[in-house]
């Protein structure tokens, strides 16, 4: 066991690729894997992996809630290992509690993690918006004024990385962006800066109080999806009905893009959120069980 070097990513790869090939995982798609492996790389040492006769065999990302271990490889002790590994990683970190996600349909899985002590706390959603379905356009209030992400403007990714974290405060998941993690994934072949909106005070254009962020996936069932994935507000700054004209903007953008469904993810516990989906016709679809054990 130790922490993720640099070398170590294409070995990571092909867990996640074997994993997903035997595990069917529901929601986790084969582009899904470059897209993790771009936010891994940027903090290396926020991963622990698994080395078996010099190859990785296995991988634990407390901050993606992800522990996987080669189909081939199981049974040999790595997944012990790696939450042990990946506690003290959580402890070092000053975390209460290591959280993975634990798949429904595999019950080796969950005896696993009830072997270990972990205990099911919550779990996140993907709902899905059908195509077609009608949702109103974008209309945000008079005392803001939005815009497109600037790559030219919006070079300050330790400010960008505190705004993000403001306007999480409260989530029922904490949210532990960095600097070096928003600069890997704006810096990545596919990153558009179309795919953000900010919002900002209309009587202090520079003061941002909210953004959006969606992406466009290719599914090889669905066909051209579309994803809201994040909507964040500072806390002054909700019950203004800036995240519904977030959401509606993400929509309706995504579906002039060409996307047919419409997919986003949301904390069960968050009532707000998952009313406000379910308002504008959003549909449960996928579970994540999110299972925690105590770092102390």
């Given at each position: 066991?130790?922490?993720?070097?640099?070398?170590?990513?294409?070995?990571?790869?092909?867990?996640?690729?074997?994993?997903?090939a035997?595990?069917?995982?529901?929601?986790?798609?084969?582009?899904?894997?470059?897209?993790?492996?771009?936010?891994?790389?940027?903090?290396?040492?926020?991963?622990?992996?698994?080395?078996?006769?010099?190859?990785?065999?296995?991988?634990?990302?407390?901050?993606?809630d992800?522990?996987?271990?080669?189909?081939?490889?199981?049974?040999?002790?790595?997944?012990?290992?790696?939450?042990a590994?990946?506690?003290?990683?959580a402890r070092?970190?000053?975390l209460?509690?290591?959280?993975?996600?634990?798949?429904?349909?595999?019950?080796?899985s969950?005896?696993?993690?009830?072997?270990?002590?972990?205990?099911?706390?919550?779990?996140?959603?993907?709902?899905?918006l059908?195509?077609g379905?009608?949702v109103p356009?974008?209309?945000?209030?008079?005392?803001?004024?939005?815009?497109?992400?600037?790559p030219?403007?919006?070079?300050?990714?330790?400010?960008?990385?505190?705004?993000?974290?403001?306007?999480?405060?409260?989530?029922?998941?904490?949210?532990?962006?960095?600097p070096s993690?928003?600069?890997a994934?704006?810096?990545?072949?596919?990153?558009?800066?179309?795919?953000?909106?900010?919002?900002?005070?209309?009587?202090?254009?520079?003061?941002?109080?909210?953004?959006?962020?969606?992406?466009?996936?290719?599914d090889?069932?669905?066909?051209?999806?579309?994803?809201?994935?994040l909507?964040?507000?500072?806390?002054?700054?909700?019950?203004?009905?800036l995240?519904?004209?977030l959401l509606?903007?993400?929509?309706?953008?995504l579906?002039?893009?060409?996307a047919g469904r419409?997919?986003?993810?949301?904390?069960?516990?968050?009532?707000?959120a998952?009313?406000?989906?379910?308002a504008?016709?959003?549909?449960?679809?996928?579970e994540w069980?999110?299972?925690?054990?105590?770092?102390?």
């Amino acid at each position: 066991m130790r922490t993720l070097h640099p070398e170590d990513i294409d070995g990571v790869r092909g867990v996640m690729a074997a994993s997903l090939a035997t595990d069917a995982i529901p929601g986790f798609l084969a582009s899904d894997i470059d897209r993790a492996l771009v936010r891994i790389a940027a903090d290396p040492a926020s991963t622990v992996v698994a080395i078996e006769d010099g190859q990785i065999v296995g991988y634990c990302t407390p901050r993606h809630d992800d522990l996987t271990v080669m189909p081939d490889a199981r049974r040999h002790g790595h997944g012990r290992r790696l939450v042990a590994a990946a506690l003290e990683l959580a402890r070092d970190r000053g975390l209460d509690e290591l959280q993975l996600y634990v798949p429904l349909h595999l019950p080796a899985s969950r005896a696993f993690a009830a072997a270990l002590g972990f205990r099911y706390r919550s779990s996140l959603w993907q709902f899905h918006l059908a195509a077609g379905h009608p949702v109103p356009g974008p209309a945000f209030p008079d005392d803001v004024v939005v815009r497109a992400f600037d790559p030219a403007r919006d070079v300050d990714f330790d400010a960008w990385a505190a705004f993000m974290l403001a306007a999480f405060d409260g989530h029922p998941t904490p949210m532990d962006w960095t600097p070096s993690v928003l600069r890997a994934v704006h810096a990545a072949p596919d990153f558009d800066p179309g795919s953000i909106l900010l919002v900002a005070d209309a009587a202090d254009p520079p003061r941002l109080v909210a953004f959006a962020r969606i992406e466009m996936l290719d599914d090889p069932e669905a066909g051209t999806v579309g994803e809201v994935g994040l909507i964040g507000v500072l806390p002054a700054w909700r019950r203004r009905g800036l995240g519904r004209e977030l959401l509606r903007w993400g929509i309706a953008t995504l579906r002039t893009a060409g996307a047919g469904r419409i997919e986003l993810n949301v904390e069960a516990e968050n009532d707000r959120a998952t009313a406000l989906y379910r308002a504008h016709g959003f549909q449960p679809a996928i579970e994540w069980p999110h299972w925690v054990l105590p770092t102390r």
